[in-house]
């Protein structure tokens, strides 16, 4: 039983920041990595960015390199997005998630999610 709690979405204005979170709780499991996607109304699922749990290692999806930053606190199990400078395109539901296996950046490795947090860019 493991679950991915997201939270820090809202509204901003295009050019603002958001910092998303993502605690997870009950069962502790292992996991290779955890990640961001987002996916927009009338739009698939897409990757956003992943850091692998022990090396820290991180992927960025083209659109947000830059402005994205993900990071991981082992001891609050949490993950973390810091998005800056925010564009309108960036509108979605923003989905944490686990996995134990490469690859990172496709959905299909990812087993556990969490349901998903709002954010709105006004331009």
């Known amino acids: 039983q493991v679950q991915l709690v997201e939270s820090g979405g809202g509204l901003v204005q295009a050019g603002g920041s958001l910092r998303l979170s993502c605690a997870a709780s009950?069962?502790?499991?292992?996991?290779?990595?955890m990640g961001w996607f987002r996916q927009a109304p009338g739009k698939e699922r897409e990757f956003v960015a992943a850091?692998?749990?022990?090396?820290?290692?991180?992927y960025y999806a083209d659109s947000v390199k830059g402005r994205f930053t993900i990071s991981r606190d082992f001891a609050k199990n949490t993950l973390y997005l810091q998005m800056n400078s925010l564009k309108p395109e960036d509108t979605a539901v923003y989905y944490c998630?686990?996995?134990?296996?490469?690859?990172?950046?496709?959905?299909?490795?990812?087993?556990?999610w969490g349901q998903g947090t709002q954010v709105t860019v006004s331009s």
């Open positions: 998630a686990a996995c134990d296996r490469p690859p990172v950046t496709t959905m299909r490795e990812y087993d556990h």
């Open positions: 009950g069962r502790t499991f292992s996991r290779y990595a």
């Open positions: 850091i692998t749990w022990i090396g820290g290692s991180t």
